[in-house]
């Protein structure tokens, strides 16, 4: 059973008058995918950054509340011991690219998780199976194109296995047939019980989505 | 009139793996067309080899009526512009402002008065008069792509290629583009997108093309 | 016979040593011989031998250069040919052709290291009680140097798309041009540090003290035999010259 809680979260960034969220509560669990929409610049990418930490710990804000993965308060946690439970899929793959191959680079997450080599064989053939991206598996990251490297990414966070996604703009530069494919995982993960924030400007998932967080409409509020 | 004649392209980054075969194909300067192709197939590959970043083709790219490995990259750009995927590859400088700049004075000429108002409005376009002067490095991806997408507003005489020019940004701003596009349409100036979104622009184009098996086809 | 890299490592300390130890062109030319023959046998493509080749074309004039250098500033020994004060002499040869030779093995010896794949390091200094953390670090400058190169690369290029090419401007908007290229690069550079760094904790990077691996690299006999060997090689050398 997985949970996330966020309780009473209010944010704004130094030097700026503009609070972002004010006392916002929501609350996700056990197969949820909760689409994150709003306009450029209203804390898409903001809100997924709080729910995973990176904000307050390494961004800083004016920042108050709670957010709790499994009834864990996130606080107490670092970033390495908050990454099992919830982990973040960034929109710019160079920013998660750190290895010469691809091999590597998804081995990485369940080395760190210490996992026995055997089971780590099986995550890396069953993602690049489910994104059908098998023949990548030996080749430099470096030589990839940028659609490749995006699934690429996506592969290497499906390897670490957290219980809570967060994807910002996992469909941004992929073609048509393979959003079919990330569409069928992300409800293969969500029947298996995840939990799926999912930041997306084209509306491509909006059938299986079954909550919904638009920051225009809080914004308007605030 | 053709703005790009192309004929018996084939090409390679080494010798081992062709991503052309005997590519025929003609491009109209005041159409707008729409290339699609799975990721790899070598999309971005034909718009390096049409913006005359890759030189070492077999067979011919005529633009306008030369030879295209024959021109000099000012000669070039003097027709075609050419915007790239990703966001970060289409800027030179540290901020918008000084980005925009770059397109007029080319480190050789000073910038006229007159200028700084044509720049300005370009920003204004795509909503980024506030950002002009903020660092790249601070900027997300999205408002970065329509830096690069103001840049070609002070090239609207020339054909443009654009790479995948919509992606992540919202529906209010692929509107614009596509006004814009439109009304360059009637002044006789058009365009080769790749793009995945395309029903977003079904109701511009006029051409479609998809690369299949090394080769570019039409299709619809 | 694949040579496990802690093998390979071990032979390039001995040669490397023995090549800093000793002025002899003798010792020099037989580690050279060592060297190349370890080359043809850890990398025996054409594609990588070629490179070597191409790379100490290039080289040559530099050592050959330096090599003028170093005949004529050291003077020492017997004179074998003088004019006016320009002399050379028989240790000013052989301390030229000393060091050319080194320069040499040098270039042999980093064009075998570095195209060995960055995993085997990694496993290599595991087994060596190294912390990952370093290999890590050695991991990221590996990874790091292409993509500066891109990113270079791909700045010339946008220069291109806008028609402006850098070699035919004056050397003043040149270095101007060069400048404004460089820093929203380094800049960059800088601010993508933390977003890497915040990926990399995301993938509970230093979560645990330990890890696992996903592959090994065990030793097998002929790595024990030719360790042996090595060790015994290099304590003869030692004791003999």
Redesign the interface.
């Known amino acids: 059973m997985n949970q996330l809680q966020v309780k009473n979260l209010s944010f704004k960034y130094f030097n700026t008058q503009k609070w972002i969220f004010k006392d916002f509560s929501f609350f996700a669990e056990n197969g949820d995918i909760v689409t994150v929409k709003g306009s450029s610049g209203s804390g898409k990418t903001t809100l997924l950054n709080i729910l995973c930490s990176v904000i307050p710990k390494v961004i800083k804000g004016d920042f108050n509340g709670q957010i709790s993965v499994n009834t864990e308060n996130l606080e107490n946690l670092s970033l390495p011991q908050i990454a099992p439970k919830i982990s973040l899929l960034m929109q710019e793959p160079e920013y998660q690219l750190f290895f010469p191959t691809v091999e590597q680079e998804l081995a990485f997450a369940p080395e760190n998780l210490k996992i026995n080599p055997q089971q780590i064989h099986q995550r890396i053939t069953q993602a690049l199976a489910k994104l059908n991206i098998k023949s990548l598996r030996y080749l430099q990251t470096a030589s990839l194109s940028y659609g490749q490297k995006k699934l690429v990414t996506l592969a290497s966070i499906l390897t670490l296995s957290p219980d809570v996604f967060l994807l910002d703009e996992p469909f941004a530069g992929i073609s048509k047939e393979t959003i079919h494919i990330i569409k069928n995982i992300i409800q293969e993960l969500a029947q298996s019980g995840k939990i799926i924030f999912i930041v997306d400007h084209s509306e491509f998932i909006t059938k299986s989505v079954n909550k919904t967080i638009d920051l225009d409409i809080l914004n308007e509020n605030l | 009139m053709k703005i790009y004649n192309i004929q018996n392209l084939s090409f390679s980054y080494d010798e081992k793996c062709l991503i052309f075969e005997n590519i025929n194909l003609q491009l109209d300067t005041n159409k707008i067309t729409l290339l ?5 197939s070598g999309k ?1 590959t034909f718009c390096r080899l049409l ?3 890759e030189k070492k083709y077999k067979g011919r790219i005529s633009l306008g009526y030369r030879e295209l490995s024959k021109l ?7 027709k075609i ?2 915007l790239k ?2 966001s ?7 901020t918008p402002s ?1 980005d925009i700049a ?2 007029k004075h ?3 000429n000073k910038i006229s008065h007159e200028f700084e108002k044509e720049q300005l409005e370009a920003l204004k376009e795509y909503n980024l008069e506030q950002f002009k002067d903020q ?4 900027m ?4 970065i792509k329509r830096v690069g997408l103001a840049g070609l507003l002070l090239n609207m005489d020339k054909y443009w290629i654009l790479d ?1 020019p919509v ?7 692929i509107d614009i583009l596509i006004n814009i596009l439109q009304k360059r349409k009637t002044e006789g100036k058009g365009a080769l997108i790749i793009s ?2 395309f029903e977003k622009f079904e109701q511009i184009v006029d051409n479609w093309l998809k690369i299949k098996d090394k080769k570019i086809i039409d299709i619809k | 016979m694949k040579l496990n890299l802690r093998t390979i490592l071990i032979i390039v300390i001995m040669i490397t040593s023995l090549s800093v130890i000793y002025q002899n062109i003798v010792v020099q030319i037989g580690l050279l011989i060592i060297s190349i023959f370890l080359l043809l046998i850890v990398q025996p493509s054409k594609h990588k031998l070629f490179r070597i080749l191409h790379r100490l074309k290039n080289i040559a004039k530099i050592i050959l250069t330096l090599m003028i250098f170093q005949v004529l500033f050291r003077r020492a020994g017997e004179i074998y040919w003088q004019w006016g004060i320009i002399q050379i002499t028989s240790v000013g040869l052989n301390y030229g052709l000393v060091s050319s030779l080194r320069f040499f093995l040098i270039i042999i010896i980093a064009g075998l290291l570095f195209d060995i794949p960055y995993y085997d390091y990694l496993l290599a200094f595991h087994k060596w009680k190294i912390p990952y953390e370093i290999s890590f670090l050695v991991a990221s400058v590996i990874h790091f140097i292409p993509i500066f190169a891109q990113k270079f690369q791909r700045s010339n290029e946008a220069l291109l798309l806008r028609g402006i090419d850098l070699k035919k401007l004056p050397i003043i908007k040149r270095f101007r041009a060069y400048l404004t290229l460089l820093f929203p690069i380094l800049a960059g550079a800088i601010s993508q540090v933390r977003y890497r760094a915040i990926s990399l904790e995301l993938r509970a990077f230093r979560l645990y003290n330990e890890r696992t691996f996903l592959y090994e690299a065990k030793l097998r006999w002929f790595d024990y035999v030719i360790q042996v060997f090595i060790f015994t090689f290099f304590l003869l050398v030692l004791i003999t010259l």
């Open positions: 699609n192709g799975i990721n790899g971005t913006s005359g970043l000099s990259s000012a000669e070039i750009s003097d512009v050419y995927q990703e970060f590859a289409n800027i030179i400088a540290a000084e770059i397109w080319k480190f050789q660092p790249f490095w601070e997300s991806g999205g408002q995948e992606t992540g940004l919202e529906n209010a701003l995945h979104r």
